[in-house]
């Protein structure tokens, strides 16, 4: 106990303990101490959890900036290696392909011995859980782990496997969102929330994209457009603030490390301000955009199609199925070979880093002007100080390695995405639309070699505009989105563009969207995960299409009335995961719904209590040991097919009951659904 030295002095007989009155500034001290718990209940008062946003911000971008700078230090070593290990070129083809080959092995053998959820890009599941289904064990730690052991082996491999990290960073940031939501909700002491849950999973899958890139605007953004159909406006700030915190940690990292003199952005250019753009070049930047759609279209459907092949035939199936290790060490061998320098390598730029391809793809010269007299000689290393001479080869133009990039780079993605790795997929197609949109700048500065005369005045043109716009609008095509045009914005740090890259954008989007679903929506399908077909438009005739034509009539339902014994034969004979709970037998009037989990433990406990000769019926057992459930949304059996899918998407449904007049007379699930649209959008050929 604290000694009591005596009275405050005009006080009415409170004492003061000894560490107050010597205590310098005891008034102070005592309003410091009120303003801080103060400020605490502010704070931490229930229902605000931007602290726990803050931390997954700060966390997302620690792990990507370690991870940057570790896998950047390995691939300079490989580099270095290969420099140094000799001329011979038995040696340095082994250098060159083993190290990826290893690292591949090693990334997948260990991700899918810890969890076999861990491989691929973790959007296309993640889309899935923002959907409202539960994929066990997606989001567990052990996950976490595989992923981060398996993309750091694959972000080392470099530009030979061309692979980035952009989708199993939002499967990370996800998992860690998921673990913070679970923190506070214990040390706020509130119940489990699902609404809450879904809160800080979306904007976990922000933050994935905002420390990639540094970009938080866009960031938000490209998450709500490839993960989400509807999106609550309550959830913005959310996103936008931990985005905020992980980007400007990210940057601010590099400060530290003394990588930049400030916080700028990743791949800085320098477009001219004053006249970035002719209006005439308005028709070329929308012809671009067509161009990348219909390619993106192509990309879509070769890559879809060939994960089917690669699933159905004997060899390969059977070589994922046992031995993923070998598939991905064949798979990377390919890849190396073709990529190794002195081979074909050197007509694709192979020795370039992905970030160094996208800092010579926005290059604002005309490679194609500037060798047009002589080409640049071919350096045994990249010339840092001229990386954009690895486009050029004596033998081939400008047009030539462009070219061939774009037609080995189709293919080697598409094989890359079946590896079973943990690897994103979003920056190579953003390094190869970049490569679409450089090919048809350096084309019209040929064709245009004086610019493009508008008012007057003649202004040369950029190369490096065109491959910026072809990025956001190749990149936005193959994804169904259009937040890239201001991610390439953010990433570059000028918005000069801003109108053609979204006209770009906007006519690749237009072409891709009415042809193919999206890369990742094909995944899914690929996959087999739980999803809702879009219904595009009103074309298909979903409006006439009612509720009755294609519910589910078999209906098993539960009666207060039912004997115990009859209820058991129901849920033994049926697998589903709610009852709906009628008042009678005969009334069949919805009264509200049941979980099997606790009727089938409601049972289990009632079963040894039964008397020889008793009948106990439902209702005896719902008032303690089976809790019923309300049905707050019924539909009709007159509700369109329209109405039907929107609820489902907004509120992120999995059954709901229909009744006519509070009878119950069927349900509509997601495979209802999905049978539906199917139905419409292929018609059944007449007999």
Avoid at 126 to 145: A, H, M, P, R
Avoid at 440 to 453: N, Q, R, T, Y
Avoid at 457 to 486: D, R
Wanted: hydrophobic share 45%.
């Amino acid at each position: 106990m604290e000694e009591l030295v005596g009275l405050r002095e005009g006080s009415s007989g409170k004492p003061v303990i000894l560490r107050e009155l010597w205590g310098p500034c005891p008034r102070l001290r005592r309003n410091i101490h009120r303003a801080l718990e103060w400020l605490k209940k502010r704070l931490f008062r229930v229902g605000e959890d931007w602290y726990f946003l803050m931390a997954l911000g700060v966390l997302m971008a620690l792990i990507s900036y370690a991870m940057n700078f570790a896998m950047g230090s390995v691939v300079r070593a490989h580099k270095w290696l290969y420099r140094e290990i000799g001329d011979g070129h038995l040696l340095r083809y082994l250098s060159w392909a083993v190290y990826p080959v290893a690292l591949l092995s090693f990334s997948s053998g260990f991700s899918q011995s810890i969890t076999p959820s861990s491989g691929g890009s973790g959007i296309p599941e993640v889309k899935t859980i923002l959907s409202g289904v539960i994929l066990e064990d997606y989001l567990d730690i052990k996950n976490f782990g595989a992923k981060v052991v398996g993309l750091s082996c694959t972000l080392a491999t470099g530009s030979t496997i061309f692979l980035g990290k952009l989708g199993p960073f939002v499967h990370l940031s996800v998992i860690i969102a998921a673990y913070l939501g679970r923190m506070r909700t214990k040390a706020i002491g509130e119940s489990e929330n699902k609404t809450k849950e879904m809160e800080m999973l979306a904007a976990g899958a922000a933050v994935g994209v905002a420390t990639v890139f540094a970009a938080p605007i866009s960031g938000v953004l490209f998450s709500i457009e490839v993960m989400s159909s509807h999106f609550s406006v309550w959830d913005y700030w959310r996103g936008f603030f931990a985005a905020t915190c992980g980007a400007f940690m990210f940057r601010l990292l590099a400060v530290f490390n003394s990588e930049q003199e400030t916080i700028t952005a990743i791949y800085k250019t320098s477009f001219p301000v004053d006249i970035p753009f002719d209006l005439p070049e308005i028709f070329f930047f929308v012809a671009l955009g067509a161009i990348c759609g219909i390619l993106s279209c192509g990309y879509i459907y070769c890559q879809r199609t060939f994960l089917f092949f690669v699933k159905a035939n004997g060899f390969t199936s059977k070589l994922l199925a046992t031995s993923k290790p070998l598939y991905s060490a064949l798979a990377a061998l390919v890849l190396a070979s073709i990529t190794y320098p002195p081979g074909v390598g050197r007509f694709m730029a192979s020795r370039l880093s992905m970030s160094e391809h996208l800092e010579t793809l926005f290059d604002n010269n005309s490679w194609a002007l500037m060798t047009k007299n002589s080409s640049p000689p071919w350096l045994a290393e990249p010339d840092p100080q001229n990386l954009w001479w690895e486009w050029c080869h004596p033998q081939w133009t400008v047009f030539g390695t462009l070219v061939f990039f774009l037609v080995m780079k189709f293919w080697m993605l598409i094989l890359a995405t079946t590896i079973p790795i943990p690897a994103g997929y979003f920056m190579p197609i953003f390094i190869y639309g970049a490569a679409i949109g450089r090919l048809l700048g350096e084309a019209l500065s040929v064709a245009f070699p004086e610019g493009i005369v508008a008012g007057g005045e003649v202004n040369a043109i950029m190369p490096g505009a065109y491959a910026l716009a072809g990025a956001a609008a190749f990149s936005g095509a193959v994804t169904h989105t259009v937040s890239t045009a201001l991610l390439a914005f953010e990433m570059t740090g000028q918005i000069v563009h801003a109108l053609p890259v979204l006209m770009a954008v906007l006519a690749a989007n237009a072409i891709t969207q009415s042809l193919q679903p999206s890369f990742y929506d094909g995944t899914i399908i690929v996959k087999k995960l739980p999803y809702l077909p879009w219904i595009r438009g009103r074309k298909i005739g979903s409006y006439p299409v009612t509720v009755d034509h294609f519910m589910n009539c078999t209906l098993p339902t539960l009666a207060k009335d039912m004997p115990l014994k009859e209820v058991i034969k129901v849920v033994i004979s049926t697998e589903v995961t709610q009852y709906p709970l009628v008042e009678t037998t005969e009334s069949q009037i919805l009264v509200g719904m049941v979980k099997r989990t606790h009727l089938v433990q409601a049972l289990r406990t009632k079963s040894t209590s039964w008397a020889p000769g008793q009948q106990p019926c439902l209702q005896d057992i719902l008032a303690r040991d089976c809790p019923t459930q309300p049905v707050t949304l019924q539909l009709s059996p007159e509700t369109s097919l329209h109405e039907v899918h929107n609820l489902f998407e907004l509120l992120n449904l999995q059954l709901l009951f229909v009744t006519s007049r509070g009878r119950a007379v069927g349900s509509v699930s997601w495979a209802e659904l999905k049978k539906a649209i199917s139905t419409l959008t292929n018609p059944p050929t007449p007999k």
